[in-house]
């Protein structure tokens, strides 16, 4: 014991006089950052059980337990243009890991990947500063994301994969690109886990290795046209290939995945807004989502109180939108070089996501604004970074006019921020869509049938998969798989053998089997239950697989820039 003691002084020695207390002030932040994601995860799991799990989110859980059980890329399976494949699929994994398949999968993945998006936002907002400008930085970033509101907030942020769960890796590439300095393993590394990433979710394609490549680009031109130190222009050219390279080498992996017999996306459908539209309805649109994102939707709010705490998300929109401004204001300057870099990148991505999404077709309801998602914790970090640090310098100012308004002011906000985050933990919990459905089929042990999408994947997942109910694209006289997110191995008659169908009796986008199509494609049922208000359900004598055509298979598709936007 005595031989370990001597070395440890020696450090401190060497570190100087102040090494210990440095020491204790690392592990009270980790503690404390440890007791505070444990809190917020219980809360968020709550908060994400005021929505209903839908097919969207049950598809991935499926996924996740295919790959858990043998499957690992996902040979057989038909995805969206997304696949979520490396950023929240192996969340979901370890999560079924722990607890089995169900609906809760879904809540307890969704408050796990907010957990650690609010977590992170504050370590890197915190950066190398300490003190009470480190604290400072780390308030304001975390204080900003801890309170989704109810609603679309929730719905967009704290349910289904959908482009959020992807600022965790996005997060952690940041923190490597802060902390690591100009060291000479940071491009390669950064390089390594974005294309991890972009394998994943390529909206990464536009937070991430645009900026990447335009930030760090212009920094090397400018340390080459003013004869700046090599090493310096060197490291920045260094960081802006290895996004480049991270992009062609996410195409490659995906190669591979698809000579490997994996999974397959669907092509991309993107197309350029005409000039009407962005002026007439994509503007409006865009900004109702970025209000939707802060929870600052406050012309939304169905009550007092509601309304208020709306208001006082504002104030983090603000913050956020005046970061933005002053970095970019930043790199424009001559000095620029001299300026935080990941401020600059940060900024970029969060211009360069909203601009696409602005000039795109895709701005069609609120839910579109989950293609934007990743610009929350963007302009988090942002304000935290830029705004957090001359904030607590002036709430602990000498001058006692700046000491009256800005510290009654800053704990108003976060107190509301606070409560309407306790508001949202104490509202009703809602079931899966189609947890009525499974509970009476399961009851009845009928375990194999087809419905639409709409409540296929939802149902399978809600009854824990004693029921597998797949979901079909119907017309007038044929059935297939899909449209999307299914495995062909479902509809194989030699495999399975399905003698039910569920008819929803007010279809809505994604219900698309009407009792026309059900009897001209397999003919009248030998029976039929009503399901509450809800449902049908026909039962057959024979297997009505023999009824659905399955498309040519196809090998995995690589898809192009900005794939994101589907």
Same mark, same amino acid.
Request: net charge positive.
């Given at each position: 014991?005595?031989?370990?003691?001597?070395?440890?002084?020696?450090?401190?020695?060497?570190?100087?006089?102040?090494?210990?207390?440095?020491? &204790?002030?690392?592990?009270?932040?980790?503690?404390?950052?440890?007791?505070?994601?444990?809190?917020?995860?219980?809360?968020?799991?709550?908060?994400?059980?005021?929505?209903?799990?839908?097919?969207?989110?049950?598809?991935?859980?499926?996924?996740?337990?295919?790959?858990?059980?043998?499957?690992?890329?996902?040979?057989?399976?038909?995805?969206?243009?997304?696949?979520?494949?490396?950023?929240?699929?192996?969340?979901?994994?370890?999560?079924?890991?722990?607890?089995?398949?169900?609906?809760?999968?879904?809540?307890?993945?969704?408050?796990?990947?907010?957990?650690?998006?609010?977590?992170?936002?504050?370590?890197?907002?915190?950066?190398?500063?300490?003190?009470?400008?480190?604290?400072?930085?780390?308030?304001?970033?975390?204080?900003?994301?801890?309170?989704?509101?109810?609603?679309? +907030?929730?719905?967009?942020?704290?349910?289904?994969?959908?482009?959020?769960?992807?600022?965790?890796?996005?997060?952690?590439?940041?923190?490597?690109?802060?902390?690591?300095?100009?060291?000479?393993?940071?491009?390669?590394?950064?390089?390594?886990?974005?294309?991890?990433?972009?394998? +994943?979710?390529?909206?990464?394609?536009?937070?991430?290795?645009?900026?990447?490549?335009?930030?760090?680009?212009?920094?090397?031109?400018?340390?080459?046209?003013?004869? =700046?130190?090599?090493?310096?222009?060197?490291?920045?050219?260094?960081?802006?290939?290895?996004?480049?390279?991270?992009?062609?080498?996410?195409?490659?992996?995906?190669?591979?995945?698809?000579?490997? =017999?994996?999974?397959?996306?669907?092509?991309?459908?993107?197309?350029?807004?005409?000039?009407?539209?962005?002026?007439?309805?994509?503007?409006?649109?865009?900004?109702?989502?970025?209000?939707?994102?802060?929870?600052?939707?406050?012309?939304?709010?169905?009550?007092?109180?509601?309304?208020?705490?709306?208001?006082?998300?504002?104030? +983090?929109?603000?913050?956020?939108?005046?970061?933005?401004?002053?970095?970019?204001?930043?790199?424009?300057?001559?000095?620029?070089?001299?300026?935080?870099?990941?401020?600059?990148?940060?900024?970029?991505?969060?211009?360069?996501?909203?601009?696409?999404?602005?000039?795109?077709?895709?701005?069609?309801?609120?839910?579109?604004?989950?293609?934007?998602? +990743?610009?929350?914790?963007?302009?988090?970090?942002?304000?935290?970074?830029?705004?957090?640090?001359?904030?607590?310098?002036?709430?602990?100012?000498?001058?006692?006019?700046?000491?009256?308004?800005?510290?009654?002011?800053?704990?108003?906000?976060?107190?509301?921020?606070?409560?309407?985050?306790?508001?949202?933990?104490?509202? &009703?919990?809602?079931?899966?869509?189609?947890?009525?459905?499974?509970?009476?089929?399961?009851?009845?042990?009928?375990?194999?049938?087809?419905? =639409?999408?709409?409540?296929?994947?939802?149902?399978?997942?809600?009854?824990?998969?004693?029921?597998?109910?797949?979901?079909?694209?119907?017309?007038?006289?044929?059935?297939?798989?899909?449209?999307?997110?299914?495995?062909?191995?479902?509809?194989?008659?030699?495999?399975?053998?399905?003698?039910?169908?569920?008819?929803?009796?007010?279809?809505?986008?994604?219900?698309?089997?009407?009792?026309?199509?059900?009897?001209?494609?397999?003919?009248?049922?030998?029976?039929?239950?009503?399901?509450?208000?809800?449902?049908?359900?026909?039962?057959?004598?024979?297997?009505?697989?023999?009824?659905?055509?399955?498309?040519? =298979?196809?090998?995995?598709?690589?898809?192009?820039?900005?794939?994101?936007?589907?």
């Amino acid at each position: 014991m005595c031989a370990q003691a001597v070395p440890d002084t020696r450090r401190d020695r060497a570190a100087g006089p102040d090494a210990p207390d440095r020491r &204790r002030r690392g592990l009270l932040w980790a503690l404390g950052y440890g007791v505070a994601a444990v809190a917020l995860f219980f809360c968020y799991l709550r908060l994400s059980g005021t929505e209903k799990v839908t097919s969207d989110g049950a598809s991935n859980a499926l996924q996740a337990w295919d790959m858990l059980h043998g499957n690992p890329l996902l040979h057989g399976w038909t995805l969206t243009d997304v696949s979520f494949w490396t950023t929240e699929l192996p969340e979901y994994a370890l999560v079924e890991l722990v607890r089995g398949l169900g609906a809760v999968d879904v809540h307890i993945a969704a408050a796990v990947t907010y957990t650690l998006l609010v977590v992170l936002a504050g370590v890197v907002a915190k950066g190398r500063a300490s003190g009470r400008e480190g604290l400072g930085r780390v308030l304001v970033a975390s204080v900003i994301m801890v309170a989704p509101q109810l609603g679309q +907030g929730t719905l967009i942020l704290l349910l289904a994969p959908d482009h959020t769960g992807t600022g965790v890796p996005l997060l952690a590439v940041w923190l490597v690109l802060d902390r690591g300095g100009r060291r000479w393993w940071v491009p390669p590394v950064v390089g390594l886990m974005l294309t991890w990433t972009l394998m +994943g979710d390529r909206v990464a394609e536009v937070l991430a290795v645009a900026p990447l490549v335009l930030v760090f680009g212009c920094r090397a031109v400018r340390g080459l046209v003013r004869r =700046g130190p090599r090493r310096e222009a060197g490291f920045d050219a260094a960081m802006a290939a290895a996004a480049a390279a991270a992009y062609a080498l996410s195409v490659l992996a995906g190669k591979l995945v698809a000579a490997l =017999g994996g999974y397959r996306v669907l092509p991309v459908k993107l197309q350029a807004a005409p000039s009407l539209q962005i002026v007439g309805g994509n503007i409006g649109k865009t900004a109702d989502g970025v209000l939707a994102l802060f929870g600052a939707e406050f012309y939304r709010a169905t009550s007092g109180f509601v309304t208020a705490v709306s208001f006082a998300h504002l104030a +983090g929109l603000g913050l956020a939108v005046a970061a933005v401004l002053i970095g970019i204001w930043r790199f424009g300057r001559s000095s620029g070089r001299s300026e935080d870099p990941l401020v600059s990148v940060l900024a970029a991505g969060f211009v360069v996501n909203v601009a696409v999404y602005v000039l795109s077709t895709m701005p069609v309801t609120i839910w579109s604004t989950r293609e934007i998602a +990743g610009v929350l914790p963007a302009g988090a970090v942002l304000a935290g970074r830029v705004l957090g640090g001359p904030l607590a310098r002036r709430a602990a100012s000498g001058r006692p006019r700046i000491r009256f308004w800005l510290r009654p002011l800053a704990a108003v906000v976060a107190a509301a921020y606070l409560a309407a985050l306790g508001y949202g933990t104490v509202q &009703r919990q809602l079931p899966a869509e189609g947890q009525n459905l499974a509970d009476w089929l399961t009851a009845r042990h009928l375990a194999d049938g087809l419905t =639409g999408y709409g409540y296929g994947p939802t149902t399978t997942l809600a009854s824990g998969g004693r029921v597998q109910l797949r979901q079909a694209a119907f017309s007038a006289d044929a059935a297939a798989p899909g449209p999307e997110e299914y495995d062909r191995s479902w509809y194989d008659p030699r495999r399975h053998d399905a003698t039910f169908l569920v008819l929803a009796r007010q279809p809505g986008p994604f219900v698309s089997l009407t009792p026309a199509q059900a009897r001209g494609i397999f003919g009248a049922p030998a029976r039929v239950y009503p399901v509450g208000r809800e449902f049908d359900v026909w039962t057959y004598t024979r297997n009505l697989l023999t009824h659905v055509r399955l498309r040519s =298979g196809g090998r995995s598709r690589v898809v192009s820039p900005v794939h994101f936007l589907h």
